[in-house]
């Protein structure tokens, strides 16, 4: 078998991204239900979505997540995604740099990010095995105010070409964290982190996780549509469904802050994840499909119908600011109780 170029894996990604829909699993957000507040005592005006984050503020709590990055088709994506990112005060992540880092020429595709978005949170991205010196290019590359660690071995497993030497990754995890000069998120890329694996990182000297949970875009789908392999694969529901994830971590008291994503699709995903636990949630498949599409009309609706549902589920649960909304009751039901009452975790 021809090993393919980075390059053209990526392009193959984004391809059957798109062709896929999310799943099998759900993200479980439909088990998590908001007290309606029918006095809320607030009025509209009074709502305050904003937050800071790494000495920044957010207008809101959602980061436009990892996406793509390296070959040239992809330079109008980002071009696109910071500019939303930049007039909506988002923050935004690029998608693995180690393309750029291969091959100089395609690094424009992931610098053009901060060209469109001079001051707002940019978040670099590198494989938890890649070198502590090419992690530090990767955040000089964007002048990133942090840097995302991706965890994905279910991906690489199910990868033709993909990596299968995974014992190291804690060490590799340990230097990059404790020499970084920006904070550290280790991410996984859509199958959950659960209580052991946050408990290691933890020990780690890990503060922040992007916990990817099953339930959105499907890698090991997507890897077995690229495969040569005679027979489809019976693993495509494997993972932890974000909402068990948040929950399995939240209930742990580790001092973990953790950012939501995997399945996030509207303005109530957002909302119950934060609900759950999370500092501030992160989306991704649904940026993509609207960054494909003429102009810019597309991704700026986006935005606003995520955050209008955002606001509008804050007043009816009787939540003023994200302070009072991580503290709102809830109620868990279904599958999510049931897969807490198995952990453990009620």
């Known amino acids: 078998m021809e090993k393919k170029s980075r390059l053209q894996r990526k392009l193959e990604h984004i391809e059957n991204t798109l062709k896929f829909s999310d799943g099998p699993n759900s993200p479980g957000f439909e088990d998590i239900y908001l007290i309606h507040q029918a006095l809320p005592g607030i009025d509209w005006h009074d709502l305050d979505t904003s937050q800071i984050l790494w000495g920044k503020t957010l207008s809101f709590p959602m980061i436009i997540n990892a996406i793509t990055g390296g070959p040239l088709e992809t330079e109008e994506i980002n071009k696109k995604l910071a500019l939303a990112a930049s007039e909506f005060s988002l923050g935004m992540a690029v998608g693995s740099q180690t393309a750029a880092l291969e091959d100089s020429s395609t690094m424009r595709t992931f610098k053009i990010t901060r060209k469109m978005n001079p001051k707002g949170i940019l978040i ?121 994830s948040l929950l399995e971590i939240k209930g742990s008291n580790l001092p973990l802050k953790v950012i939501a994503s995997g399945g996030i699709r509207n303005g109530l995903d957002l909302l119950k994840s934060l609900t759950l636990g999370a500092v501030t949630g992160a989306i991704a498949g649904p940026f993509l499909k609207a960054a494909l599409k003429p102009g810019t009309d597309e991704i700026n609706k986006l935005v606003m119908h995520i955050c209008s549902d955002f606001k509008k589920g804050m007043l009816l649960s009787g939540c003023r600011n994200i302070t009072e909304l991580k503290k709102a009751p809830i109620i868990i039901t279904g599958f999510i109780k049931e897969w807490l009452s198995g952990r453990n975790s009620l």
């Open 124 to 244: 670099a991205n590198v494989s938890a095995n890649s070198s502590y010196t090419n992690a530090v290019k990767a955040v000089e590359m964007i002048e990133a105010d942090a840097l995302q660690l991706h965890i994905n071995t279910a991906q690489e497993i199910f990868m033709d070409e993909g990596d299968r030497h995974f014992s190291h990754l804690g060490d590799n995890i340990c230097e990059i964290v404790s020499r970084s000069p920006v904070p550290v998120i280790v991410k996984e890329v859509g199958f959950g982190i659960s209580l052991e694996c946050a408990l290691k990182l933890s020990n780690m000297g890990v503060e922040w996780v992007d916990i990817g949970g099953s339930g959105g875009t499907n890698f090991i789908k997507i890897e077995a549509a690229r495969s040569e392999e005679e027979y489809a694969t019976s693993l495509t529901s494997w993972g932890i469904p974000t909402a068990a």
